[in-house]
């Protein structure tokens, strides 16, 4: 197979997204980035999360299912942490930095308290797209892989979401995403923008955003069913992974 061949099947079907970037995958961009990506394995690059499971926020939350989006930069280069969805890490890894005080800020805003692990998949199986605008990294090397196509592809995600579907609530947090975010019609989709829950820069207003609330209260003004933000705890997640 060639390598644009082997990246697009690690897009599932049945999900609602290949229907519409089918195309994506036939054009220019793509194909040199496939052919990267398959280099920097054949050199023996570790790359985070592993190409198989670069799609896994759109494997994991349906196109006709997505009711927010949480943009992110880069997957974590450390290892154990990357798994496809942006902020969230494995379970058995430490909750990193950022991720600690958006667990603070729905405490605060919602009365939820902090989960024992960083791994955000049940936000995702309920209709939470955790994209990344780079979706993959080589370990131990920040933004390796920034450049290379990916943020044109994942600028397609973004139109996609933005054109077919109606009411989404969009998280813009940082001026990478705000960026990022910013051809989002605004008259059918309620953009949330603030910055990022960073240690760094959390305390400039990320901190009493109450975007999670807001968020769904617009659902519910929309018709649609709020999104439960509470984790399962870390014992019960893993035992239902291996159930899976």
């Known amino acids: 197979m060639h390598p644009v061949e082997v990246l697009e099947s690690h897009l599932k079907p049945g999900r609602g997204w290949k229907e519409y970037l089918a195309d994506e995958f036939r054009q220019p961009y793509m194909q040199v980035l496939a052919e990267f990506l398959a280099a920097e394995e ?15 926020a759109l494997n994991s939350t349906p ?26 890490v494995r379970p058995e890894v430490p909750t990193p930095p950022s991720l600690v005080n958006i667990f603070k800020e729905i405490q ?7 989960s024992d692990h960083g791994c955000l998949q049940p936000w995702a199986d309920r209709g939470v797209l955790l994209l990344n605008s780079v979706l993959t990294v080589v370990q131990g090397q ?6 290379k196509g990916w943020e044109t592809f994942t600028d397609r995600v973004i139109e996609t979401v933005n054109r077919e579907r ?40 990320f901190f009493g ?13 929309q018709g649609q069913e709020p999104v439960n933000w509470e984790l399962p705890s870390k014992a019960d997640l893993i035992a239902s992974y291996k159930k899976s």
């Open 209 to 221: 955003c109450k975007h999670f609330s807001r968020a769904n209260d617009w659902l519910r003004d």
């Open 142 to 147: 920040a933004g390796a892989h920034q450049g």
């Open 42 to 56: 054949s050199a023996g690059k570790v790359l985070f999360p592993a190409s198989v499971h670069c799609f896994n």
């Open 166 to 205: 109606e009411g989404v609530v969009f998280l813009l947090w940082g001026s990478y995403a705000r960026k990022k975010g910013q051809h989002i019609d605004r008259r059918r989709h309620l953009v949330l923008e603030g910055p990022h829950p960073s240690p760094l820069s959390a305390y400039r207003g």
């Open 63 to 88: 196109l006709d299912q997505v009711r927010v989006v949480i943009l992110g930069q880069d997957p974590y280069h450390g290892p154990g942490q990357a798994h496809g969805l942006c902020f969230s």
């Open 108 to 114: 605060s805003d919602l009365g939820i308290a902090p």
